[in-house]
């Protein structure tokens, strides 16, 4: 059968006919905001590379999370920035002083409902700004991922006793998510689920964020841990790893141009499957909306039901706020 007896233009003619055959649809539920935690008192202060994105101190966060989770959004993806930074990143692990476990207590409080997810890695709170211990092997600085395993068992172990509701694995470290699970179920967390960063590529995507979380390394990159960027099929391993180890939700991160990889993941293994929408992917949208070159709402949702399409279930953006706002007008 062909044309004219076929016409799909026919299903497109209102929006009731289009609504009703409309195969993917963007809800507030599927929406994980970041944020950015200053250890400090007080503090509000702009990502120059992110319009709209802020580094809050844990009082401004609490307010902020309420605002939220008042829009809908039930889940946030918690980034610290410690007062300081060591060769291990401490920070992570110090139960009492460490900016998370403050920052867990404190939304727990504010906003007891709110599901608190912990990005679990040390670039942030290192002084070389890589994502584990570093050693030198033949003269150069590398990292070492055995070593790193027994601090991402120390952190997300303190992440849980201060009340983490999920942990979120972003380090690339071979053997996490194993040493996470066993970490968490000796220490009587074994209901706590992991979102495993699975599929995370050594992108340049990041720029922004690196400066949102003072994050950046020192010297060098984090090709020697994160995928490379042409790979896919090694994306399906690294997905299976997790799965084994573990893992309850799987994430491919960056998001727009990985979207092969997300479609691939979700057939392979039709497990929960997040996206990141990273830090770049937004700033490109909010400079060409700020220079009038696109129109910002159209093209976020346009992104974000893209997404779904793609086969992502969840997505971490930093458009969260706004998505919430315009999917409910
Ligand atoms: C930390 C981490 C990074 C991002 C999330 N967790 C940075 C990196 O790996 O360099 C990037 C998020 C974004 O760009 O929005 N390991």
Not at 120 to 125: A, G, I, N, P, S
Request: charged share 25%; hydrophobic share 45%.
């Amino acid at each position: 059968m062909n044309y004219p007896t076929v016409r799909l233009s026919r299903l497109r003619a209102g929006d009731t006919l289009r609504s009703m055959v409309r195969e993917t649809s963007l809800s507030v539920s599927d929406l994980i905001a970041p944020l950015f935690i200053h250890h400090a008192d007080n503090v509000k202060k702009e990502i120059s590379s992110m319009p709209g994105q802020f580094q809050l101190s844990i009082n401004h966060a609490a307010e902020y999370a309420r605002r939220l989770f008042d829009m809908g959004i039930k889940s946030l993806l918690l980034f610290g920035i410690p007062a300081h930074k060591d060769s291990v990143g401490c920070d992570t692990w110090d139960d009492e002083k460490g900016v998370i476990q403050r920052a867990l207590r404190a939304l727990h409080r504010a906003v007891p409902d709110m599901l608190l997810i912990t990005d679990v890695c040390f670039c942030e709170y290192t002084d070389h700004g890589h994502c584990g211990v570093m050693v030198e092997r033949e003269g150069k600085m590398v990292l070492d991922h055995d070593a790193t395993l027994d601090n991402l068992a120390l952190q997300v172990v303190s992440h849980a006793r201060a009340g983490a509701d999920m942990v979120a694995p972003s380090g690339m470290i071979d053997g996490g998510v194993g040493a996470i699970r066993d970490a968490l179920d000796n220490a009587g967390f074994g209901h706590l689920p992991i979102m495993a960063y699975s599929a995370k590529y050594a992108s340049s995507f990041y720029g922004p964020f690196r400066e949102a979380a003072e994050g950046a390394p020192q010297f060098g990159d984090r090709r020697s841990y994160q995928m490379d960027i042409p790979n896919s099929n090694e994306a399906l391993r690294e997905v299976e790893l997790d799965i084994a180890q573990g893992a309850d939700i799987v994430m491919v991160k960056p998001a727009l141009a990985y979207m092969d990889v997300i479609r691939r993941i979700k057939d392979a293994f039709g497990m929960p499957t997040a996206a990141y929408n990273v830090s770049g992917e937004y700033a490109m949208v909010k400079a060409a909306a700020a220079a009038g070159w696109l129109e910002e709402k159209a093209v976020v949702l346009e992104i974000l039901t893209s997404l779904k399409r793609a086969g992502a279930d969840l997505l971490i953006t930093y458009h969260a706020a706004d998505a919430a706002r315009w999917l409910s007008l």
